[in-house]
């Protein structure tokens, strides 16, 4: 079945760096879209991208729909400490578009 | 409240027991859905509603789970006779419209010992 691949698996920066990190898939996605998931809390929708090439930003983030369809990657810039979390890239089943199929998570860690 | 409600927050069963998981999506919210977050991983797909329609059980993993939402709005998932492979956290989101515009609720976390 369709799987998203996300890297790295987890990230140990100090405040103010940028932060990148990326999503691949073996088959083709129509629509990316980031989560970030606090401690004991659901997923939060960060960033929809609906067409390849898409370059989207939400404040410090940005996120790109990759030409080919089978990638995206998320940046952070200027990370501040309410950036720790998971960071989930996720996408519509190629066969029922009310299934989202997540990646298993960028854990991103703040070091003081 | 506002956002969708799901009580209660953590469960603790014993191996064999029934568990039962309530949803309260927000108000008007056609379409429900729950997921199975295992620790460590990324949430999975269960069952989705649009009202009372059940209309995408394909990732309930056995049929010892069962989803229901008889009145289109709040919404039950069944666990008959847990096993600890079952621990994990139950994410239930509603919808308007499309799935990318669901929001999640805080889970439920059960724990099968």
């Known amino acids: 079945g369709q799987q998203l691949n996300q890297s790295p698996q987890s990230m140990f920066i100090q405040e103010g760096e940028d932060v990148s990190m990326n999503c691949t898939s073996s088959?083709?996605?129509?629509?990316w879209l980031w989560y970030k998931q606090d401690p004991g809390e659901g997923p939060v929708l960060l960033i929809a991208?609906?067409?390849?090439?898409e370059l989207t930003s939400n404040g410090r983030l940005t996120a790109q729909f990759g030409i080919t369809r089978k990638d995206s990657f998320l940046n952070i810039s200027a990370s501040i400490p309410s950036d720790v979390g998971i960071y989930f890239c996720?996408?519509?089943?190629?066969?029922?578009?009310?299934?989202?199929?997540f990646g298993k998570g960028t854990r991103l860690h703040i070091l003081p | 409240g506002a956002g969708v409600s799901q009580s209660p927050r953590y469960k603790v069963a014993k191996r064999g027991q029934d568990v039962a998981l309530r949803c309260d999506p927000i108000?008007?919210?056609?379409?429900l859905f729950w997921y199975q977050q295992a620790l460590g991983q990324g949430p999975e797909f269960l069952t989705y509603?649009?009202?009372?329609?059940?209309?995408?059980k394909s990732g309930l993993p056995s049929d010892r789970f069962f989803a229901e939402r008889p009145e289109g709005s709040v919404s039950t998932l069944k666990i008959q006779r847990t096993q600890q492979e079952d621990s994990a956290v139950y994410l239930c989101?509603?919808?308007?419209?499309?799935?990318?515009?669901?929001?999640f609720g805080q889970g439920t976390r059960l724990t099968v010992v």
């Open positions: 991208l609906y067409k390849a090439g």
């Open positions: 509603f649009q009202n009372e329609a059940q209309l995408d």
């Open positions: 088959s083709i996605f129509n629509t």
């Open positions: 996720a996408g519509p089943s190629e066969n029922r578009d009310d299934k989202i199929i």
């Open positions: 989101a509603s919808s308007p419209d499309r799935v990318e515009e669901a929001f």
């Open positions: 108000s008007g919210h056609v379409s």
